[in-house]
């Protein structure tokens, strides 16, 4: 046996600290990989309760008792010490020159690749469709519902955008399901977009019951005019984006569960978990097998 971390001389940088990184980052936090977040001056994330981006607006954040705390660059050692977070105010990605991480995960799901190269680090994985494994980044992990949901692709890409979100729940009873059903409806509408441009006034919280109908927000317009937004359906609001952010026409600024259950806007989502231990195995994979030169040669390193 021996005292030394498996991982102390790793430092593994994800792009995004949105619901879907934050449950990458939780997975290999919690297994003792050192992680450090980038995000946007004015994060865009809607699950903000289970969204380590929101430290970029209250300064610290915790999800599942794991805190992350917005930092800089030269605060990143003490952060990371301290058993926190570091969530940079990155939007360049500037700090993999200073912070020369081992592995990289693009974790911002833009659906294209916004930058990210198989020579960002030595090794990197990215989430969901734009990417190719061997051609944009060493492992692409899948994002969509379903029988794949969390693999790690090593040839290829993940599956194409679909534009719709998938079911997170099984249909209310009374429900129908398939072939465009009222089922099918409320999973498209369970997704808030804004209808002009302006900035939220929220009117609701996350956590909170609604009533179909009932009033969630109001968009302040350039204006000055208020355009009220309503449930589509009833359930709990399980997120909504921060009044800061300025918002265009069709921008994703909240969404709906139907399931009725406050306490799932606080937990990290069995998508966000499935696709964090499909980084995880990618990790592991590569680390476990830089020494094996018939795995890191069948891998492209």
């Known amino acids: 046996m021996t005292d030394e971390h498996p991982f102390e001389d790793l430092l593994v940088l994800i792009k995004g600290a949105g619901d879907l990184a934050t449950g990458v980052a939780w997975r290999l936090h919690r297994s003792g990989i050192p992680v450090v977040?980038?995000?946007l001056p004015r994060?865009?994330?809607?699950?903000?309760?289970?969204?380590?981006?929101?430290?970029?607006?209250?300064?610290?954040?915790?999800?599942?008792?794991?805190?992350?705390?917005?930092?800089?660059?030269?605060?990143?050692?003490?952060?990371?010490?301290?058993?926190?977070?570091?969530?940079?105010?990155?939007?360049?990605m500037e700090a993999i020159e200073e912070l020369a991480p081992s592995v990289v995960v693009d974790a911002v799901v833009a659906k294209v690749n916004t930058g990210t190269t198989l020579e960002s680090a030595e090794f990197v994985a990215a989430l969901g469709p734009g990417f190719e494994a061997g051609v944009d980044c060493h492992a692409v992990i899948e994002t969509n519902r379903g029988p794949n949901l969390g693999r790690a692709i090593w040839e290829g890409g993940?599956?194409?955008?679909?534009?719709?979100?998938?079911?997170a729940w099984t249909p209310p009873t009374g429900r129908e399901s398939g072939n465009g059903g009222p089922a099918e409806d409320m999973t498209a509408a369970r997704v808030l977009r804004a209808p002009v441009a302006g900035r939220l006034r929220a009117l609701a919280c996350i956590g909170d019951r609604l009533e179909e109908g009932a009033p969630y927000g109001a968009i302040v317009q350039p204006s000055g005019e208020e355009k009220t937004l309503l449930a589509p359906f009833s359930g709990v609001l399980r997120g909504l984006i921060h009044e800061t952010v300025s918002l265009q026409p069709g921008l994703k600024i909240g969404d709906i569960d139907p399931r009725g259950e406050p306490a799932l806007a606080?937990?990290?989502?069995?998508?966000?978990?499935?696709?964090?231990?499909?980084?995880?195995?990618?990790?592991l994979h590569w680390h476990f097998g830089r020494s094996d030169d018939s795995v890191t040669e069948e891998m492209g390193f």
Request: net charge negative.
């Open 37 to 39: 977040m980038t995000e």
């Open 43 to 92: 994060p865009l994330s809607v699950r903000r309760a289970v969204a380590f981006a929101q430290a970029v607006y209250d300064d610290e954040h915790e999800v599942e008792d794991v805190t992350a705390r917005k930092a800089l660059t030269a605060d990143v050692p003490d952060v990371l010490d301290a058993g926190e977070i570091p969530v940079l105010v990155d939007p360049e």
């Open 158 to 167: 993940a599956e194409a955008d679909t534009g719709t979100p998938g079911a």
């Open 266 to 283: 606080f937990r990290i989502s069995e998508k966000s978990l499935a696709v964090g231990g499909g980084v995880l195995e990618a990790f």
